[in-house]
C-alpha cells in the first residue's frame, strides 16, 4: 500500500545536493537530470540547470515543469509542479522555479507491486536473452517467456534493459539484480529477481512507473 500527502515544500527540509529529474515543457522527449542547490522560503527553488551537449540548455520565463525526485530521508519518492522565474549562467548555470503550493509525496512500502507486459533483454555474461517483465516493483520483479532460460540459475548476476511509459514519455530502464528463485510457469521457466545497486535516478523511474501502473498516473 502507498500513501501520499501533501506537505508544503519547506516543510521537507530537504539537503542541497537532492538529485532531481526535471520534466520542462515543450523542451524535452524525456527527463533531465538536476540537482536542488538550496530554496529561499517563499521565494524560489534553485536547481542546477540541465546540461545539453556540455552546455546548458535554455529555457524561458514561466515555463511549465514537473520536478521529481527519490528521498532516503523520506523514504518515498515525491512531485511537484512549477514553473521557471529567472535562469543564469553566473556564476554557473542554474534556474529559480516558483515555490510549489503543495508536494505529492508517496511513500515507499515494498508490498506495492504492478501487474505489467514489458518486453526486457537480459544480460548474462556473454548471453543476451529476450524476455518479459510481468510483474515489477521497486525492489524486483517477476520475469518470463525467456529464450534460453537454460544458463541461468539462482544466485546469477544480471541485467535488465527495458522501456516504460510514464504520462505518454517513454524511458529507457537499465537495472541490475540478482536471480533469487526460478520456478516453472505455463510457458516456461519464472525468474523472481532482486534489484540491487539501483540509482536515485532509477529508483524513481521505478516508483513513478509502478504507481502509474498500480494506482494510476503519478505526480
Do not use: W
Given at each position: 500500500?502507498?500513501?501520499e500527502?501533501q506537505?508544503?515544500?519547506?516543510?521537507?527540509?530537504?539537503?542541497?545536493?537532492l538529485?532531481?529529474?526535471?520534466?520542462?515543457?515543450?523542451?524535452s522527449t524525456?527527463?533531465?537530470?538536476?540537482?536542488?542547490?538550496?530554496?529561499?522560503?517563499?521565494?524560489s527553488?534553485?536547481?542546477s540547470?540541465?546540461l545539453?551537449?556540455?552546455?546548458?540548455?535554455?529555457?524561458?520565463?514561466?515555463?511549465?515543469?514537473?520536478?521529481?525526485?527519490?528521498s532516503?530521508?523520506?523514504?518515498?519518492?515525491?512531485?511537484?509542479?512549477?514553473r521557471?522565474?529567472?535562469s543564469?549562467?553566473y556564476p554557473?548555470?542554474?534556474?529559480?522555479?516558483?515555490?510549489p503550493?503543495?508536494?505529492?509525496?508517496?511513500?515507499?512500502?515494498?508490498?506495492?507491486?504492478?501487474?505489467?507486459?514489458?518486453?526486457?533483454?537480459?544480460?548474462f555474461?556473454?548471453?543476451?536473452l529476450?524476455?518479459?517483465?510481468?510483474?515489477?516493483?521497486?525492489?524486483?520483479?517477476?520475469?518470463?517467456?525467456?529464450?534460453?532460460?537454460?544458463?541461468l540459475?539462482?544466485?546469477?548476476?544480471?541485467?535488465?534493459?527495458?522501456?516504460?511509459t510514464?504520462?505518454?514519455?517513454?524511458?529507457?530502464?537499465?537495472?541490475?539484480?540478482?536471480?533469487?528463485?526460478?520456478?516453472?510457469?505455463?510457458?516456461?521457466?519464472?525468474?523472481?529477481?532482486?534489484?540491487?545497486?539501483?540509482?536515485?535516478?532509477?529508483?524513481?523511474?521505478?516508483?513513478?512507473?509502478?504507481?502509474?501502473q498500480?494506482?494510476?498516473?503519478?505526480?
Amino acid at each position: 500500500m502507498t500513501t501520499e500527502r501533501q506537505p508544503r515544500f519547506e516543510d521537507l527540509k530537504l539537503q542541497s545536493g537532492l538529485k532531481l529529474q526535471l520534466d520542462i515543457e515543450d523542451y524535452s522527449t524525456g527527463r533531465d537530470e538536476s540537482v536542488l542547490l538550496g530554496y529561499s522560503p517563499g521565494q524560489s527553488v534553485i536547481v542546477s540547470a540541465p546540461l545539453q551537449n556540455g552546455a546548458p540548455i535554455q529555457v524561458a520565463t514561466n515555463t511549465p515543469v514537473t520536478v521529481r525526485f527519490f528521498s532516503h530521508q523520506l523514504n518515498g519518492a515525491g512531485a511537484f509542479r512549477t514553473r521557471v522565474i529567472a535562469s543564469s549562467s553566473y556564476p554557473y548555470p542554474h534556474m529559480h522555479l516558483s515555490m510549489p503550493e503543495a508536494v505529492v509525496l508517496g511513500e515507499v512500502r515494498k508490498a506495492l507491486r504492478a501487474r505489467v507486459e514489458l518486453e526486457a533483454i537480459l544480460e548474462f555474461e556473454q548471453h543476451k536473452l529476450g524476455a518479459s517483465i510481468t510483474d515489477i516493483s521497486v525492489v524486483g520483479a517477476r520475469i518470463e517467456g525467456l529464450s534460453d532460460e537454460s544458463v541461468l540459475a539462482a544466485g546469477d548476476q544480471i541485467r535488465i534493459y527495458s522501456r516504460v511509459t510514464i504520462c505518454d514519455v517513454v524511458c529507457k530502464v537499465r537495472v541490475d539484480g540478482i536471480v533469487r528463485n526460478i520456478s516453472v510457469g505455463r510457458q516456461g521457466s519464472v525468474l523472481g529477481v532482486e534489484f540491487i545497486d539501483v540509482n536515485d535516478s532509477t529508483r524513481v523511474l521505478l516508483h513513478g512507473y509502478t504507481l502509474s501502473q498500480a494506482m494510476g498516473d503519478f505526480g
